[in-house]
């Protein structure tokens, strides 16, 4: 496969590591996050701007969206699930430039979940300690520890192969579409491939668009439910 190559290496401590498409993408989608950001609160207005304004909704939107899953308690958890929505937003519609949306490979996926188990059993251990965290995996019967166990430990696992394989489902037919139009516009011999400059808009519309921030909130209000139940587990 093409993308299996990497762009480049970076040599440390004597070891090579190679750097793929899709780490170079989430380093632009980062880049652009960060300097967004930067921008957006280099001057506060009391009065503010559409920038301003955009942004301020945002930050209430993810806010609200906390305080409704999880409650009041848990409000410090907004700055995370923020972050987490918008960077997810932004690899789930990155097809719309034309580029594979990271999240179609697995190892994003999988270290977006992985990041996020561990916030959640960082989370519980801080709130009910070491002791009172290994001892809720015999709840409520001494025989249920090895399930217990297996579906803390399936977490991760659940988180990245929902995101990995409801993205990549929607790239590989958006990818089907453009192929079977462009075998059409070169069976009736058209010199434009008109056919694939229109039609795709629709399909866009839903498996780039609707499909990709369905993934994301799918994966945000599993992160707060777990964070959640986990804790008062």
Known sequence: MENAKPLF????????????????????????????????????????????????????????LVLENMGKKYIKFAPFIGTLAIFLTFMNLFDLFG??????????????????????????????????????????????????????????????????????????????????LGYVTKILNISIPILQIGLPIPFHIYFSIFDGLIQMLIFIMLTMIFIKTTSEH
């Open 99 to 180: 580029f594979r949306p990271p999240t179609s490979d697995y190892s994003v996926a999988l270290g977006l979940a992985i990041m996020s188990f561990v916030l959640i059993q960082a989370n519980a251990i801080k709130e009910n300690g070491l002791k009172h965290y290994f001892k809720a995996f015999a709840k409520p019967f001494s025989f249920m520890l090895p399930l217990n166990i297996i579906e803390r430990l399936v977490v991760p696992i659940s988180l990245s192969l929902r995101l990995f394989g409801n993205v990549l489902a929607a790239v590989i037919i958006v990818e089907l579409l453009y192929k079977a």
């Open 9 to 64: 290496e970076i040599v440390l401590f004597g070891i090579k590591i190679p750097i793929h498409e899709v780490i170079v993408l989430q380093w632009i989608i980062m880049l652009f996050i960060i300097s967004f950001v930067l921008v957006l609160f280099k001057k506060l207005r009391t009065v503010p701007n559409n920038l301003q304004s955009f942004g301020e909704i945002v930050v209430e939107t993810i806010n609200n």
